[in-house]
C-alpha cells in the first residue's frame, strides 16, 4: 500500500521550493552584458564551484533512480569504469581545455571554425542540439514520473505532463536572467541537496535493517539465490553485450567521457567559465575525483535494498512488499512504500534537485550553441550586425525555446513507452552515443591530421550517426532478419561509430594548401596566446 504524503513531507518540499525561488532571485542579480558574460560567466567563476557544477551537470534522475536499481539488480562493476573516465578527464585537460582557452570559444564547436570553416561549427552544433534534445528530454521525463509517483500517486498522462512543466519551469526561472552564473551557483545547491537526500535514505535503510554491517556484508558476498557476488568490482569476462567489463572500460567509456567533457558543450561550458586553463583543468580533474563516491553512494542504496528485499534471514521477519515487475524502479518502489514520514518529503526534493542540476545546465548549453553556432553566423553570412545586449537577449529567447523543446520531447517519451519495450533509463544513458560518435570522428581528424574539410565534416557526422544506428539489435533484424542478434553494448557502438566517421572525415582534402593553412594555423596573435597558454599550463 502506498503511504501518504505527510505534512511534513509537504513541509520539506515547500521550504525547498522557497529556498529554490529566492536563491534564483538571489544569483540574478549581476546582469550580463554581453553573450561572454551571459554564457561564460566572464571567466570568474572559482575552480572548486565549477568542479562542483560538473559534477552535478553530469548526474541526472537517471543517476537518482538508476543507481540504486543497478546496484540492486547487478554487483558493482560500473564503478571500475570510473578509471577510463579518469583517463579521459586528463586526456581533456591536456589537450583540449588550453586550446579552447587559447582560441577564446563560447562553445566547444567554435574549435572546428578554425579548422574547417563556418559550416562545419554549425554542422557540429546541430548535431549535438538533436543528441541532447533527446538525451535531456528523457532525463526530465524520468524525474517526472518520479515526481508525479510521489505527489499523485500514480504516472497518469495529466500528472506525468504538469510535472514536466514544474520541473522545466523551475530550470528556466533558475536560469533565465542570470545566465550560467545562475547555473553555476544553482549547481552547487543542487548538489548538495540530492547527496544529502541520499546519505539520509542510506541512514535509515541501514536503521531499518536490523543486521549489522559483517552480516549484510556476508549476504552481499554469498547472495541466497546462488548468485554471484554482488561486491564484485572488476568484470574480466569478454562479453560484446556488457558495457562495464574491463575491455570496455578503457575503450569506450575513455571515448564516451572525452566525448562528454571535451565535446559536449553542457559540461564543457562549465569549465570555460574558469578564469584559467590551469583551473578549467583542474576542475574537470576533480569532478572526476567526486563522481566515484557519488555514484557508489547511490549504488550502495541498491545493495541494502537487496538485502532489504531478498535477504528475508536478515529482516527478522519484518513484512515488506517485494516490487513487482510493473514498478518503474526498486528505488522508487521502496520511496512509495517503505518510506518514513518526512522522508518521501526529503526524496522528493532530491529528485527535483538531480533533475534541475542537469536540465539548468541543458538549457544554458543548448541556448549557447543556438546563440552563438546557429544565430550569430546567419546575421555573419548576411552581413547583419547587431550590438552585444542583443545577443544575450537571443539567448534568453533560445533558452526559452530549449525549455518547450525539452518538455514537448519529455511528453513524447510517455507516450512512446507506451507503445515501446525500450528501458527509458538505458535510452537516456546510451543516446548520447548517436551524436558522440561524429563528433569524436570530426575532432580527432581536426586534431590529429591535416586533412578534411567543411564538407566531410558533414558526411562524417552522418557516418557516426548511421554507423550507431545500424548497431542497433533492432536494425540488424530489420537488415538481417535475425530476430535474436547478438547485442553491441554502447561503448563498442561508440569505438565503431567514432573509427567510421574518423575514416570519412578524413577522405576529404583541403580546400586548398593555403586554405588549409589558413584553417589549420592561428591567426599570430592567437598563436602567440597558444603557446604562451600551453608554456604557462600545469595540470
Request: proline share 4%; net charge neutral; with cysteine.
Amino acid at each position: 500500500m502506498e503511504l501518504p504524503f505527510s505534512g511534513l513531507d509537504w513541509s520539506i518540499l515547500v521550504i525547498y521550493l522557497s529556498i529554490l525561488a529566492g536563491s534564483g532571485w538571489w544569483f540574478s542579480r549581476n546582469r550580463s552584458n554581453n553573450s561572454r558574460d551571459y554564457f561564460l560567466a566572464r571567466n570568474t567563476m572559482p575552480m572548486w564551484m565549477v568542479a562542483v557544477s560538473t559534477l552535478a551537470t553530469t548526474q541526472s534522475a537517471a543517476t537518482f533512480l538508476g543507481g540504486p536499481d543497478l546496484g540492486y539488480r547487478g554487483d558493482l562493476t560500473y564503478l571500475f569504469t570510473n578509471l577510463g573516465a579518469a583517463i579521459a578527464a586528463l586526456i581533456v585537460a591536456r589537450l583540449l581545455v588550453p586550446r579552447f582557452y587559447a582560441n577564446r570559444v563560447t562553445t566547444v564547436y567554435e574549435l572546428l571554425q578554425f579548422r574547417f570553416g563556418d559550416a562545419a561549427k554549425s554542422r557540429a552544433g546541430l548535431v549535438y542540439l538533436v543528441g541532447r534534445v533527446f538525451a535531456s528530454g528523457a532525463r526530465l521525463y524520468m524525474a517526472a514520473i518520479a515526481v508525479s509517483m510521489i505527489l499523485f500517486n500514480d504516472i497518469a498522462a495529466a500528472h506525468v505532463v504538469t510535472a514536466v512543466l514544474l520541473l522545466a519551469a523551475a530550470g528556466l526561472v533558475q536560469t533565465l536572467v542570470g545566465g550560467v552564473r545562475s547555473v553555476i551557483h544553482s549547481d552547487v545547491l543542487q548538489c548538495a541537496v540530492y547527496v544529502s537526500a541520499a546519505l539520509a535514505v542510506m541512514a535509515i535503510l541501514l536503521w531499518q535493517i536490523p543486521a549489522d554491517l559483517g552480516q549484510i556484508h556476508a549476504a552481499l558476498s554469498n547472495p541466497a539465490d546462488g548468485s554471484s557476488s554482488k561486491l564484485a568490482i572488476v568484470d574480466t569476462r569478454w562479453d560484446l553485450s556488457d558495457p562495464f567489463n574491463l575491455w570496455s572500460t578503457f575503450t569506450g567509456f575513455v571515448l564516451l567521457n572525452i566525448a562528454a567533457f571535451g565535446l559536449d558543450q553542457d559540461v564543457t561550458q562549465r569549465l570555460l567559465t574558469c578564469k584559467t586553463p590551469r583551473d578549467g583543468a583542474r576542475a574537470v580533474l576533480y569532478s572526476v575525483i567526486m563522481v566515484a563516491p557519488v555514484m557508489a553512494l547511490f549504488m550502495g542504496i541498491g545493495l541494502l535494498l537487496y538485502v532489504f528485499y531478498q535477504s528475508p534471514q536478515l529482516m527478522a521477519g519484518a513484512t515488506v512488499s517485494v516490487p513487482a515487475g510493473g514498478d518503474v524502479t526498486v528505488f522508487m518502489h521502496y520511496v512509495l512504500h517503505e518510506m518514513p514520514a518526512g522522508l518521501r518529503g526529503l526524496v522528493t526534493i532530491g529528485v527535483i534537485a538531480a533533475a534541475l542540476s542537469t536540465l539548468n545546465s541543458s538549457l544554458n548549453s543548448m541556448a549557447s550553441v543556438l546563440t552563438e553556432d546557429l544565430y550569430r553566423n546567419w546575421l555573419t553570412r548576411r552581413g547583419i550586425h547587431k550590438p552585444p545586449l542583443h545577443f544575450v537577449s537571443a539567448g534568453r529567447y533560445s533558452m526559452a525555446l530549449v525549455a518547450g523543446t525539452l518538455s514537448a520531447m519529455a511528453t513524447l517519451c510517455f507516450f512512446w513507452q507506451q507503445f515501446s519495450d525500450l528501458p527509458l533509463i538505458n535510452f537516456a544513458l546510451s543516446v548520447m552515443v548517436f551524436a558522440y560518435s561524429g563528433l569524436l570522428g570530426v575532432f580527432f581528424t581536426a586534431l590529429f591530421t591535416g586533412r578534411g574539410n567543411a564538407r566531410s565534416v558533414g558526411w562524417a557526422l552522418a557516418a557516426g550517426f548511421l554507423a550507431t544506428l545500424a548497431q542497433q539489435p533492432w536494425m540488424i533484424t530489420l537488415i538481417s532478419g535475425n530476430k535474436d542478434p547478438v547485442a553491441i553494448a554502447f561503448t563498442w557502438q561508440l569505438c565503431l561509430g567514432t573509427l567510421v566517421s574518423f575514416a570519412v572525415c578524413n577522405l576529404g582534402k583541403p580546400v586548398t594548401a593555403e586554405a588549409d593553412k589558413e584553417n589549420s594555423t592561428p591567426r599570430k596573435d592567437e598563436s602567440e596566446t597558444l603557446t604562451k597558454t600551453l608554456e604557462s599550463y600545469k595540470p
